[in-house]
């Protein structure tokens, strides 16, 4: 939420920020902006809108200068305008500041601020702090040049209460960027005579793959040829250098039309990459690396407490059915916004586990701090590499399956599926299930990838069908056991990524309650594999063709439905209990994406939405 560039180095700064923004542009797309420092003065273009208007803005400006910083919007305090658009410039032109996060007391700091002459354009929290580092800037002492700078960020950060990721230039300072983070990330690209701030990596790995991951409550004053860690109360840090280990063609479209395109089609290799060295020799169970428990910890497990947002919470429940299903433990799961003020009764031998993509899920973080607060073992899923999550979880497993930029997930949601799956053989097969049913298992774990193949293959059949409904304004999903969160993840996958209004619900449960809404005009997507439910999800079926809803099953091979029930049918592979979440994925984001298409609908960039949360 909110992207974040920063650059300092020998080549003119406006063009790489704007290159950066691009690549950052999935976090925030409201409004964006630059502010480069030259001949002494901080130069800024902003504008609401896409990178785009901005780069058409920024060629009527003469940017020269080799330090600057930059910004993509997604609005929290103050509407969409270009006023408030970042940068921010102090009202004495000492200051300009790029921010990510909300902070809490900026009224309080504003009529401060009011009262001793400071002025302000716009109505964000953001203006304010850049202010208030103006007035410590003006306080300190001259004469010790960028200390003078870095105390004056290090002072007004003391008095902030709540979230930021920011990034500052100080007129007086050339070749200078003094960046702090609180629960907002924070990247330092360590290039070839160049330093490169960022909210992600995405940002600056066409310039270097070697990072630093700046910690919460870390501060670092970036200059010409080195820079500085500290802490808010001024300790010193010796950084970590670490290596990215996926390029820039990762970060690329390619031959594909939309992030969300290339993404669902990845996943095969995705679901390789996340299984990878995670089968035991025998090939009967699961392995991990990063769990840091011990066999005797984890069999004295009794619960599992799961939690997420958005389509991460989709995959926990469908670790909640495998976890019970294979291994017989019962297990709960939480969104991590109720989580961390529901104040949970947890068991000693309960296991806390998170899953999100990003890492930096505000409440997802603040759901696995509630946890070991309270002295529990947190554990995460997490797909990026150095993210505040992976630092902080007690241990977890890497999805590894490279960056997921379309901001509706695809790609990370099956690895999700895939590693839930491995956790379920992983307990199970430390209590009842046999080494046969492992072996199985595991054999149907490793033959999902090709699964997924023979799925992807409908995709021009699936393109068809959303051309036929792509004009409907409601449409439900419905299915059982596993495939219930399925349900909700085809609605939320389409909802988010259309605009059209979609519901998921388990399907039986569709009679109390959803069933007023079934016309002609509302059509429902069923989940109906074969097995012993089949039967029962044939009979859902036909009360909703009794009352005239146009019906779309997706069924597994082999499944015989009554003549004339469905309207359209797509077929996905037979498969294993613990593969078949994954498999049936592919026809429900197929259909989003390709109705979303159809609807003329920005599907890597969906109004209103940001890939990655990290405000409350
Ligand atoms: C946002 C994204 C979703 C994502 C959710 C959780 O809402 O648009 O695609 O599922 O955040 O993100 P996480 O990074 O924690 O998985």
Redesign the pocket.
Known sequence: MCGIVGYVGKQKAASIILEGLKRLEYRGYDSAGVCVLQDGQLEVAKKIGRVENLTKEAAKHRFTGTTGIGHTRWATHGGVTDANAHPHVSSDGKIALIHNGVIENYGQMKTFLTGKGYTFKSETDTEVLCNLIAYHYAKESPGAGGSRFLESVRKTLTHVEGTYGIAVLCVDCPGEIVAARKASPLILGVGEGEYILASDASALISRTQNVVYLKDGELVHVTPTAFFISTLDQADVSPVVDKITWSIQDAELGTYSHFMEKEIFEQPVALENSMRGRFSEDGSTAQFGGLNLTAAELRQIDRFLFC?????WHACLVAEHLIERFARIPVEVDYASEFRYRNTPLHSNTLFLVI???G??ID?LAALREAKRKGYKALAINNVVGSTLAREADGGIYQHVGPEIG???TKAFTSQLMVAAMIALYVARMRDMSFSDGVQYVNALKGAPDLVRKALLQAPHIRAIAKRYAGYSDMLFLGRLSLFPLALEGALKLKEISYIHAEGYPAAEMKHGPIALISEKCPSVFFAPNGEIFPKIVSSMQEIKARKGPIIAIITEGAELPPGLADEVITIPECHEAVLPIVSSIPVQLLSYYIAVERGCDVDKPRN?????TVE
Do not use: Y
Request: proline share 0%; hydrophobic share 35%; net charge neutral.
């Open positions: 997420a947002c958005g389509t991460a999100s993509q990003s930096e899920t997802t901001v509706a997930s939405l940001a890939k990655s949360v």
